[in-house]
């Protein structure tokens, strides 16, 4: 395509900024579109020396803006799924053509396993019976349908999670097809369930077209021959002090030896991608976006990326995978403020990890129960610790109930503690069964019932343990209390008592007061509150909206609670 030129045929559009890659094989052009433009073709035509040709290009219909793109808020629980793994709904889809017979293998824990788009569409109803509000779903973008072999433990291996694109504008076959995909967005928002789209700005996968023929030589950070790896010195992002070296390294090092690093300090790959997310959105009405491995790209572009998506959906949410155990680290990602370098991400979220692996420590009885108050102090780190989004679990953690000192009940106060400390909950297919597994890939088993020939669907409550089903009517109950009580959701969180083996605080708005308390001892525990912190007189109550035990009230000040052992409590003060 030397020397090519490129023509709009109808008035509505003119172009400019044409630009050929050095090899002659990408064109970049510019598109202006006059805002009175309708929906319809508006082909181009591109030139060369040797001829011409056609460019189809097409305006679509906005999407109602009142139905889609609504963004995520402290009134949302979200759902994480991993498609494969949840439910097979369109057998069909399965086995591509270009796919071979090993690459199917439902005993194999790196192969696909067949679960589909059609599947969740299928299972919209039990979201809404569960009580969650939003679908996270891991990359749906189209992955090599190939298998890898190799003399590592993990071959033979797919790219069954999606982190691997070869196409950033296609839908993975194996899960359904544009419409499939626009079909679920839309019946989730006719049941008031959002959902979220898992974009990777950071990298591709190696089989992109892009590995051997970069449309700019500058495209990625290195190539496949010769490139350096990340050494995930994070700290160095969050330091002012940080050498140039680790700094560059932590930002243009591949994430493994298969993910090419984009280069985003490159402008046209950071136009690129933010158009790419803009189409996404536009084309699907999704809510948010998850975007992975976020603190390894520019924070400059994280900034660009973020103001140009709220400029054009005000609403949508944006949250970023900032996967470190360090408050300190996290806060400087998440948007509302600026850090040493000038920059304000302007990211509306990012995952509360920090917490997260301390109520795994508290709930398996590694550390004392004031842990999660301590750790609660570092809010002050945050401009506005209420968005940061909470987790039970997710599909890169090994599961609660496979963690060293376990219990039932460790899962259920676990889960209870996340679902009413502040921020934006997130939950993981299959926690609310207790399911189990352990590191990366048994973590991420199918749901059981999800798939043709099962022995059982979870799904169902007659197919359920009786340990499966006391998780789940107790996650269900705590979502319904949750969505109940607005305190629980958008309260100031204050601290009332706290000891090796207790831990209680108060959510309180303008409307109302719910006292949470958690005992994770063996033996009932008695603690006492100091009613007046939070407002409550002599002769108010304190009645239990989960939990068996007696109302309390309030005397010369004071609440005393007794708490049953190995669970959590949670009160409405009347």
Request: glycine share 6%.
């Given at each position: 395509m030397a020397g090519a030129r490129v023509f709009a045929t109808r008035p509505e559009i003119k172009t400019s900024e044409i630009r050929v890659n050095r090899s002659g094989t990408y064109l970049f052009v510019s598109l202006k579109i006059s805002p009175s433009t309708n929906p319809g073709q508006y082909p181009l035509t591109l030139e060369t020396g040797q001829g011409s040709t056609t460019i189809p290009f097409t305006i679509e219909a906005p999407l109602d803006?009142?139905?889609?793109?609504?963004?995520?808020n402290n009134d949302d629980v979200i759902y994480l799924i991993m498609p494969d793994r949840f439910?097979?709904?369109?057998?069909?889809?399965?086995?591509?053509?270009?796919?071979?017979?090993?690459?199917?293998?439902?005993?194999?824990?790196?192969?696909?396993?067949g679960g589909d788009l059609r599947g969740i569409i299928n299972h919209l109803p039990y979201f809404r019976e569960l009580g969650v509000t939003a679908l996270w779903l891991t990359p749906w973008y189209d992955n090599w349908n190939g298998l890898n072999t190799c003399a590592k433990p993990w071959c033979p291996s797919t790219y069954y999670h999606g982190y691997h694109a070869i196409d950033y504008y296609a839908?993975?076959?194996?899960?359904?097809?544009?419409?499939?995909?626009?079909?679920?967005?839309e019946k989730?928002?006719?049941?008031?369930?959002?959902?979220?789209?898992?974009?990777?700005?950071?990298?591709?996968?190696?089989?992109?077209?892009?590995?051997?023929?970069?449309?700019?030589?500058d495209w990625f950070h290195g190539s496949l021959q010769h490139h350096s790896q990340n050494k995930f010195q994070n700290s160095a992002l969050l330091s002012p002090h940080?050498?140039?070296?680790?700094?560059?390294?932590?930002i243009d090092g591949w994430f493994s030896d298969d993910l090419p690093d984009m280069n985003q300090d490159q402008p046209e790959v950071a136009r690129y991608e933010i158009q790419n997310s803009l189409w996404w959105i536009g084309m699907t009405g999704i809510d948010g976006i998850r975007q992975d491995t976020v603190q390894y790209m520019p924070r400059s572009f994280i900034r660009d990326f973020s103001q140009a998506l709220h400029d054009q959906f005000p609403k949508l949410w944006l949250v970023g995978e900032v996967f470190e155990r360090d408050a300190a680290q996290t806060a400087?990602?998440?948007g509302g403020h600026k850090g040493w370098d000038g920059v304000d991400t302007k990211l509306d979220s990012d995952f509360d990890f920090s917490l997260w692996n301390t109520s795994l420590q508290v709930f398996t009885n590694k550390v004392a129960v004031r842990a999660l108050r301590n750790q609660l102090k570092y809010d002050a780190l945050y401009p506005y610790p209420e968005k940061v989004t909470t987790l039970v679990n997710n599909h890169d953690t090994a599961r609660f109930m496979s963690l060293e000192g376990a219990t039932l009940e460790g899962a259920m106060m676990h889960t209870a503690f996340?679902?009413?400390?502040?921020?934006?909950?997130?939950?993981?297919?299959?926690?609310?069964?207790?399911?189990?597994?352990?590191?990366?890939?048994?973590?991420?088993?199918?749901f059981p019932g999800g798939f043709p020939g099962d022995a059982r669907d979870a799904f169902e409550a007659n197919g359920r343990t009786p340990d499966e089903e006391r998780m789940y009517e107790w996650t269900r109950a705590w979502l319904r209390m949750r969505a109940e009580h607005s305190a629980v959701r958008r309260g100031r969180l204050i601290d009332l008592w706290?000891?090796?083996?207790?831990?209680?605080?108060?959510?309180?708005?303008?409307?109302?007061?719910?006292?949470?308390?958690?005992?994770?001892?063996?033996?009932?525990?008695?603690?006492?509150?100091?009613?007046?912190?939070?407002?409550?007189k002599d002769g108010s109550q304190l009645v239990p909206l989960i939990g068996k035990t007696k109302t309390t009230m309030i005397v010369n000040g004071l609440g005393t609670l007794r708490i049953p052992p190995r669970t959590v409590m949670v009160y409405i003060s009347e």
């Open positions: 803006a009142k139905a889609n793109f609504q963004g995520i439910a097979d709904g369109d057998p069909a889809n399965n086995a591509p053509a270009d796919a071979p017979a090993a690459a199917n293998d439902r005993k194999n824990p790196r192969a696909w396993h839908v993975e076959d194996r899960f359904g097809t544009m419409v499939t995909l626009r079909e679920l967005v989730a928002h006719r049941l008031g369930i959002k959902v979220i789209q898992d974009q990777v700005a950071n990298h591709v996968g190696s089989r992109h077209p892009w590995v051997q023929d970069p449309p700019l030589d940080g050498n140039t070296a680790e700094v560059r390294n932590t400087f990602f998440i996340t679902l009413s400390v502040r921020g934006i909950p997130q939950l993981y297919y299959g926690e609310e069964i207790a399911m189990e597994g352990k590191e990366d890939p048994d973590n991420r088993r199918d706290y000891d090796d083996d207790s831990y209680s605080f108060a959510r309180q708005d303008a409307k109302e007061t719910v006292t949470v308390a958690i005992n994770r001892a063996a033996t009932e525990s008695e603690i006492t509150i100091p009613a007046g912190a939070i407002g409550l």
